[in-house]
């Protein structure tokens, strides 16, 4: 339910006290609805290209949206050369004589389109309908109806997709896939609930076959398992009202320091005669296995990250699979904790060397290890943070990365394409344009595809050789349609943090009609971090970026930029500012910012304050509003973790902090004699919004969805309590059948949204009850 205000005369005179007659203004809610995110996509289309690069070819495709349709597109690197897979107008006309009915050439609706590498050609389905498209003979044919074919979800197929792995009441099992009897293989017999081999542990109900946690080596030899065993962790709840009857959904939660929280297992199975061997793993109290890594010409050894319950200790180890005997490689502490974001670890030929990413000087970098654990050399170093690894030419000694701020005058959050040789030799800066770039390179490593975008301009597609050079030209975004229905770009900027002294960039939305003239509300969407900040980095009309836009044409400036403790693009002492303080650690950034925007520019408001964000967002912009009652003035606060004491423990535990306390006892084992054992136990409290209740001055409102198993509803009814026995008037919607996202439901959301600012910040009460949604929504 929403608690709604009287719309009486009453209401209408205490607002001209709220919002004064002479800065009352009437949303422009028509602007809002000609640039909403589902429009925006149809005026504009492909942003960036997504390659798909043809196994062991030097060549590629990719699927192309433009206001004049869909296309799709065939580009040979060594040749230079871009084509279309075929003409439009002509295949349209085929499949029109096909089935006796028109195609729109314009926008083909061809389903699952894909490169089936062993027949050399392409594969679509239209109506129910599978065709193959021999490109080089412009062939079309067509096949079976896809009705025929079962669906199996419940398959992981082998590399080559010979064995199929799958689940059944808990267990593992195997099978051809070629076998006409299905003969099925059983690899265990201890899968349980809570500690199972299916993807889905909890199940209770399915006898049939159903989709695994297995992973194959390459080889098609093994395959492993990483499972928890969750029996011990408690339960945590949600009720699906929307079937037929109200159904309850159970899953494990771990919370901030509770003792449960799970046991990691990782087994490795054999195909050859079915046996198993379980990987010791035991080092610490409550570990953790981050990643684990495979090498594409070996079965007989895995590689693993292991962590401490704190994520401040990890340790690198090899596995033998054929015995399970391990080798501890190397070691490292990184306090607070380890950043989980660019976490990487590179097998290099079978583990004669690796390359490992690490911040042990306080910036992220890549180091080379032998194959016995021992430093070899670092290859990267300065002051700036190396993110992700492209590409490893291993025939070269190449490494191909992203890096960030780097370069002088570009900004810092923009990666940026490099090479350098293994023994760190030979550094060169790949992409010359101050811009954010993309990397994508096929199993030929002469070639690689560069998108590059920013929120200030056209993204644009070149293919590149391995110097650098621009070989091809091969996309632009086209905004013309937009333009000419008012579409503008965003604004970089750049503030202060509230120490005076750290730069904090962000981006600025206003209307399309913007006159500088007037004085606008500033609407600021939060989201605190620490694996991202909440404004774009490259071009977007999606998801947040395009809903800001949006919100913006109702008659705001909206602004979103970063606070310390935000980002892991810089420095270690950046990204973890936040530890120990989750709460409170943005709030004076964000505050400091938009006194400085406004004092900037005399058409902010800054006595008209906005905030809203999702998420860590929906706990930010709540945690402003009541620790900056007399700044901030309306919240929109939707699926926030106000209470993370009741969110999960391993976010709440790595960003907030743990603390394990022993104690010891002496019990009589077996043999009657008296040992002494150590328990631990653990604490994590995080201070949640709800101690803030009693601040409320503004207007607040809080959405979320009644079955989010990520942030459990309880996050905000424990909020909603506060506010209650507080006293304090406030609005509050739960959206039936949603969880941590809105999907259906978030066109709805989002008019909600823009009503709930305008009436606050605009002085602007709309009597009409209906929204205008979108007819196409599910």
Do not use: C
């Amino acid at each position: 339910m929403t608690f709604r205000s009287f719309r009486s005369w009453a209401l209408v005179a205490l607002l001209l006290v709220t919002v004064p007659a002479a800065r009352a203004r009437q949303a422009d809610l028509d602007a809002a609805e000609r640039f909403t995110v589902e429009k925006l996509d149809r005026m504009i289309g492909t942003l960036d290209i997504r390659p798909r690069w043809l196994e062991d070819e030097p060549r590629f495709w990719y699927e192309l949206e433009t206001p004049g349709g869909k296309n799709w597109v065939l580009v040979d690197a060594a040749k230079r050369l871009k084509s279309d897979l075929f003409d439009r107008d002509d295949l349209a006309a085929r499949l029109t004589a096909h089935f006796r009915k028109p195609f729109n050439a314009k926008n083909l609706d061809l389903k699952r389109f894909e490169y089936d590498r062993k027949a050399k050609l392409f594969r679509f389905e239209v109506d129910s309908i599978r065709f193959t498209w021999r490109f080089e003979e412009r062939v079309l044919a067509a096949g079976d109806s896809v009705h025929k074919e079962k669906p199996m979800a419940w398959a992981t197929y082998s590399p080559d997709s010979t064995w199929i792995a799958f689940a059944r009441r808990h267990d593992l099992y195997v099978m051809r896939k070629d076998d006409p009897d299905s003969t099925e293989i059983r690899l265990t017999r201890d899968g349980e609930r809570w500690f199972s081999y299916q993807a889905d542990a909890g199940d209770t109900t399915s006898t049939k076959r159903l989709r695994s946690i297995a992973r194959w080596f390459e080889d098609e030899t093994r395959l492993y398992t990483q499972r928890d065993d969750e029996r011990k962790v408690n339960e945590l709840w949600v009720i699906n009202s929307l079937g037929t009857r109200p159904k309850l959904e159970t899953y494990k939660y771990a919370m901030p320091g509770e003792d449960e929280v799970g046991i990691p297992e990782l087994r490795v199975f054999t195909l050859a005669d079915t046996s198993f061997v379980t990987v010791p793993l035991a080092r610490w109290e409550d570990q953790n296995i981050e990643r684990v890594y495979t090498d594409e010409k070996t079965s007989d050894r895995l590689w693993f990250i292991r962590s401490d319950r704190t994520r401040a200790n990890v340790d690198v180890v090899m596995a033998d699979t054929r015995t399970g005997e391990t080798t501890l490689l190397w070691s490292e502490e990184s306090k607070p904790y380890f950043n989980w974001s660019y976490m990487n670890l590179s097998v290099i030929e079978q583990g004669r060397e690796y390359l490992w990413w690490s911040e042990r000087d306080g910036w992220g970098h890549l180091y080379r290890y032998a194959a016995d654990g021992s430093l070899k050399n670092r290859i990267t170093q300065g002051f700036f943070q190396v993110g992700n690894i492209g590409r490893i030419d291993t025939l070269r000694q190449a490494i191909y990365f992203s890096a960030m701020g780097r370069e002088p005058g570009v900004h810092p959050y923009y990666a940026q394409t490099y090479r350098v040789q293994f023994d760190g030799s030979g550094l060169e800066r790949l992409t010359p344009e101050p811009v954010d770039h993309g990397f994508s390179m096929g199993d030929v490593p002469d070639f690689f595809v560069d998108t590059q975008s920013s929120v200030d301009s056209v993204p644009r597609s070149v293919l590149r050789d391995t110097r650098g050079r621009v070989l091809l030209e091969l996309e632009r975004a086209d905004f013309s349609q937009a333009r000419e229905a008012g579409f503008r770009d965003a604004e970089v900027f750049t503030v202060k943090a509230a120490d005076g002294a750290t730069d904090l960039y962000g981006v600025m939305w206003k209307p399309f009609d913007f006159d500088s003239t007037k004085a606008y509300p500033v609407i600021a969407y939060v989201y605190p971090g620490p694996q991202t900040e909440p404004f774009p980095i490259r071009y977007s009309i999606a998801g947040a970026t395009g809903r800001a836009f949006a919100l913006a044409q109702v008659g705001f400036v909206v602004v979103a930029f970063g606070n310390r403790g935000g980002s892991p693009m810089r420095d270690r002492y950046y990204h973890t500012y936040g530890y120990g303080d989750l709460r409170d650690y943005p709030l004076a950034d964000n505050r400091y910012g938009i006194e400085q925007l406004a004092a900037r520019h005399p058409w902010l408001d800054a006595t008209r304050v906005g905030i809203y964000g999702h998420s860590g967002g929906g706990f930010m912009s709540t945690a402003a509003l009541l620790s900056h009652p007399d700044f901030y003035d309306v919240a929109v606060s939707s699926a926030g973790n106000h209470d993370n004491n009741v969110y999960n423990a391993w976010w709440s535990e790595v960003h907030n902090g743990v603390k394990a306390k022993t104690k010891k006892r002496t019990v009589k084992n077996e043999a009657g004699e008296e040992v002494e054992v150590v328990d631990t136990t653990w604490t994590a409290r995080i201070e949640p919004n709800s101690e803030l209740a009693g601040n409320l001055k503004g207007h607040l409102l809080l959405v979320h969805g009644d079955i989010d198993n990520n942030v459990h509803p309880a996050n905000t009814i424990r909020l909603v309590d506060a506010l209650v026995k507080a006293g304090k008037r406030f609005d509050f919607m739960l959206l039936p059948g949603q969880r941590h996202g809105f999907g259906s439901m978030q066109p709805y959301f989002d008019r909600m949204t823009w009503y709930y600012f305008a009436e606050h910040l605009l002085g602007d009460y709309r009597t009409n009850v209906d929204f205008n949604l979108p007819k196409d929504r599910n």
